[in-house]
């Protein structure tokens, strides 16, 4: 079982940045790819970013691609995401997940979900 707590949303101004925190509970963490997703009002839950457990490898969606960057310590088994230029579309709550699964790396099969955090980005 892994527990998942996001921190770090808010209210920012477009064109600023925020970094989002992830952390888990457990001590298997490495074992785990993680994810960021986001929900915006009225829309689906969208796939961000992902990160291998072990070795870095990261995926973005299109929309972030060279403004966000996926990182993680496992020492302290927290996953973070910067999210830099920020838009006005990027409001949304922003969820972490974790799986050991194939998939991850699309945001498929995510076997842990965090309760989210909001981030407002104001024009």
């Known amino acids: 079982q892994v527990q998942l707590v996001e921190s770090g949303g808010g209210l920012v101004q477009a064109g600023g940045s925020l970094r989002l925190s992830c952390a888990a509970s457990?001590?298997?963490?490495?074992?785990?790819?993680m994810d960021w997703f986001r929900q915006a009002p009225g829309k689906g839950r969208e796939f961000v970013a992902a990160i291998s457990g072990v070795g870095g490898r990261t995926y973005y969606a299109d929309s972030v691609k060279g403004r966000f960057a996926i990182s993680r310590d496992n020492a302290k088994n927290t996953v973070y995401l910067q999210m830099n230029s920020l838009k006005p579309e990027d409001t949304a709550v922003y969820y972490c997940?974790?799986?050991?699964?194939?998939?991850?790396?699309?945001?498929?099969?995510?076997?842990?979900w965090g309760k989210g955090t909001l981030v407002t980005v104001s024009s």
């Open positions: 997940a974790a799986s050991d699964k194939s998939g991850w790396s699309r945001g498929d099969n995510m076997d842990y």
């Open positions: 457990g001590r298997t963490f490495s074992s785990y790819a």
